[in-house]
């Protein structure tokens, strides 16, 4: 696994490129847009600090990660002699089967394909990738190199092989891998996440009480600051909308529904995005949450 290419540059995609290149991969970041790539630049200068703090990089390792870094907008020129690609564009369905169907026709056929998803399983695009036995999903959480787990999940069609070398890549940048034998939307980590994310949302979006109130009740009664709302600010509101919405969908749902509709109204079309953006739920980089006051 020397040549590793991230397609997406988004919140998670960036760590995700980030976190790679840390542990000693040459990787390319795909976007479908010059723009969208300048922005990314700029979002791996701001890990310095938080690897220094959380996990003691030095600046000699952060400086050798941001020579392993290149950046491309053209798909063909970026999976050239790739031996993985890593998925990590938005949580739509058609948008994931159009870029499989695309990446399949110029990847070479050595390249391990592997989907990032939130919330689909991999077996509804294996047949898209053109290379259904070498298709499966590795899946990050944000903050990353904080929460490093990598959770690997394969399909009926994908070869053992390819399982066993991807749990080996993930241990390779620095994670912890955790193998899934059957087919879960959600995940481990989403099948737990997700009920205790909505539960709050809806008590919100029904006006129960303010999202202040729900994560005040949540740091005292568990003495964490992981909280509902905070992690949905670093999921980021676009991605929390296609999930709740689809959940919405499956569920038949309605509070979930008149959540998706909140988020909508009072952020997305606002442009209060999550931390990536600098305000969501909070205001960033400094949260009122993780203020001494906020349980007073």
Known sequence: MKKVVVAGSGVLGSQIAF???????????????????EKAKEKMLLFFDVYKKDIGATQGQLDTAITNLSYSSNLEEAVQDADIVIEAIPENVQIKKDFYIKLGKVAPEKTIFCTNSSSFIP?????????????????FLIEVWKHNVGEIMGHAGTNPE?????????????????PI????????SNSILIPWASAALKL??????????????????????????AFLDAVGMTTT??????????????????????????FIDKGKLGMATGEGFYSYPNPAFLDESFLM
Do not use: C
């Open 19 to 37: 976190q790679t290149a840390f542990h000693n991969h040459q990787v390319v970041v795909y976007d479908i847009k010059d723009e969208f790539l």
């Open 123 to 139: 077996s509804q695009f294996a047949e898209d990738t053109g290379r259904p036995e070498k298709f499966l999903a590795l899946h």
């Open 162 to 178: 390819v399982f066993n070398e991807i749990i080996e890549f993930t241990t390779s940048i620095g994670l912890n891998p955790l």
């Open 181 to 188: 034998y059957k087919e879960q939307p959600g995940y481990i």
């Open 204 to 229: 919100w979006a029904d006006g129960v009480t303010d999202f202040q109130t729900i994560d005040k009740f949540w740091m005292t009664g568990t003495q964490s600051n992981f909280t509902p709302f």
């Open 241 to 266: 909308y296609h999930i709740i919405t689809a959940a919405s969908k499956q569920l038949n749902d309605s509070m979930l529904e008149k959540a998706a509709n909140r988020l909508q109204e009072e």
